[in-house]
């Protein structure tokens, strides 16, 4: 017996959408009408578990219960099943919060999604959502801008930049406008959580960016968004015209007679886009090409006016910082790292997906506990952490913490927390010829270590690859990297030095030369 009504999610996320959470959801209405069964479809974000996508989720005293993945080719038996009821079916996965990858996550910035309905603001203010802001209009711009120095929230677009220091800067100028302005590009391979978060969670990042207004004094505020995320674009569409319809933006902010206005604007596709002065170009209606720094952002950014920018996760960390106050969020992490970091896990992974973790947690936790290996069952050869731009590191070093220092330290960067997983058929030769040839493609062209070094760098690995003048030829790679670091104007050209150096290092076989 189905119960009298039972309450359905289906992911809208695009990774579920592309999966055939659609298909899912279309299928469980018709067979519900076909049954006369009382259902209440929601169509949340994904609970980031996406090798179980599309994960459905139902409703029961004692929990919400998950199944997955599902396909349309399921539902009749689902229903067969009383999945309405939390029934047994081969496709069940118990209690979704009990799931081990989801139960030992520490899911600050991530609380809501795969929980809420995206685009429901009572939900979302049911579920918290609002506390950090109405905190925040009762505080002065100061004291808002000291929690989220004390919280030591750094920036989680890449830099790692402490997003206090940032917000003080533009606090203390008086300018007849200053901006707020979110850095959506997302454009880093392997990553997926600015994604998850405006797809999963809209209001939370609308949240963070007004918490940001309030604090600084700014009154318009802008999403950069990738051209490539049409869904998340239709969903904070959808939630700022409902934030500006409920007051919770506009011209007289919950009655505190503070103003903030935002707006989204998409990008064409460039990867140099994603870097904040080159960002402003784009936003100005300009090509996307990197300006000197400084002056930086902060003092003269968008239309020479004070700019915040951050990024998405940065912003929507913001709410819970405010809410609980900088202290909570200090208690989570290691070190300089503090807070968590929704660490996204793709590649070559038996289970990708979102983890939210503390920093402290060891890429062999991440790829092993939360990914179960590769998806290939072959052993990992090499993870490559931190986007593009990132290091290659072997098995041997997976002990690594995931903090900003440490993993500096070893020659990477954590940037905006992805970790790709390749299997031992990669060839690491070949990913460094790539990592210089990525650059050679994105390049802005302002300065030559990058627009020329690329290019370069591409023709020396190939000869290192072919056998000629090997020994000679890896030393003069070695110092081209030196004069791309060192020479570089940003960190595309600054920082395409990393992965090639680290596979030189870790794997110097896959390039013929002697291993020590
Ligand atoms: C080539 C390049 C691409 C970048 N792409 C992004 C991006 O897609 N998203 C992002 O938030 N930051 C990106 N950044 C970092 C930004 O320049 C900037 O540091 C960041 O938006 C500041 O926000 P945060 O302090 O909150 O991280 C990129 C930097 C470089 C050099
Ligand atoms: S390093 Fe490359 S992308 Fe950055 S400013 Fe120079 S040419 Fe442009």
């Known amino acids: 017996m189905s119960p009298m009504s039972a309450t359905v999610y289906i992911p809208r996320d695009s990774s579920a959408l592309s999966m055939g959470a659609g298909a899912v959801a279309d299928a469980i209405s018709a067979e519900a009408k076909r049954r006369n069964a009382d259902v209440r479809i929601v169509r949340n974000g994904s609970r980031g578990l996406y090798w179980l996508e599309p994960l459905v989720e139902v409703e029961t005293p004692k929990g919400r219960v998950a199944y997955g993945p599902v396909s349309a080719s399921d539902v009749a038996s689902l229903f067969d099943a009383n999945f309405l009821a939390g029934e047994n079916h081969r496709l069940a996965l118990g209690i979704t919060e009990d799931i081990p990858y989801l139960k030992s996550q520490e899911r600050l910035t991530f609380a809501r999604v795969g929980i809420t309905d995206p685009v429901s603001l009572d939900d979302y203010v049911a579920h918290g959502g609002y506390r950090g802001l109405q905190r925040a209009l009762a505080m002065t711009g100061a004291q808002v801008v000291e929690e989220v120095t004390v919280s030591g929230l750094r920036g989680r ?24 302005v979110c850095n959506a590009d997302e454009g880093d391979s392997g990553t997926f959580s600015d994604r998850m978060i405006m797809e999963g969670d809209p209001f939370v990042l609308i949240e963070g960016m007004t918490i940001a207004a309030v604090a600084v004094g700014a009154t318009q505020g802008y999403i950069y968004l990738r ?88 912003l929507a960390s913001v709410p819970i910082v405010v809410e609980k106050g900088g202290n909570f969020y200090k208690d989570y992490g290691m070190g300089r790292s503090r807070g968590t970091l929704p660490i996204q896990l793709a590649g070559n992974a038996k289970r990708p997906g979102l983890i939210e973790k503390a920093f402290g947690v060891t890429l062999r936790e991440i790829i092993y506990e939360y990914g179960g290996g590769t998806a290939s069952g072959r052993p990992v050869r090499a993870v490559q952490v931190g986007g593009p731009l990132g290091a290659y590191f072997p098995d041997s070093m997976l002990d690594l913490p995931m903090d900003y220092e440490a993993i500096a330290a070893k020659g990477g960067l954590v940037g905006h927390g992805g970790i790709v997983v390749f299997d031992d058929t990669v060839d690491l030769a070949q990913m460094a010829r790539y990592a210089m040839e990525f650059c050679a493609i994105e390049s802005c062209g302002k300065c030559t270590p990058c627009r020329i070094g690329s290019t370069r760098g591409v023709e020396v690995i190939d000869r290192i690859i072919r056998n000629e003048d090997r020994a000679a030829n890896a030393e003069l790679l070695r110092d081209l990297c030196d004069t791309m670091q060192s020479g570089s104007l940003c960190a595309l050209g600054g920082l395409t030095p990393l992965p090639v150096r680290s596979a030189l290092t870790h794997f110097p076989g896959d390039f013929g030369l002697a291993t020590s």
């Open 227 to 314: 051209s490539e995320y049409p869904h998340a674009l239709r969903a904070l569409n959808e939630a700022i015209a409902t934030a500006d319809a409920r007051g919770y933006l506009g011209a007289n902010l919950l009655d505190s007679g503070k103003a903030f206005k935002l707006e989204v604007r998409v990008g064409a596709g460039a990867y140099i886009c994603g870097e904040e002065t080159a960002m402003l170009e784009s936003l100005e209606g300009k090509r996307g090409m990197v300006r000197y720094k400084p002056p930086v952002p902060a003092i003269v950014g968008l239309f020479g006016m004070p700019t915040i920018i951050n990024n998405v996760i940065t």
């Open 157 to 180: 677009g890449g830099a790692g930049f402490p997003a206090g220091i940032k917000w003080k800067t533009t606090l203390g100028l008086e300018a007849k406008q200053k901006y707020v």
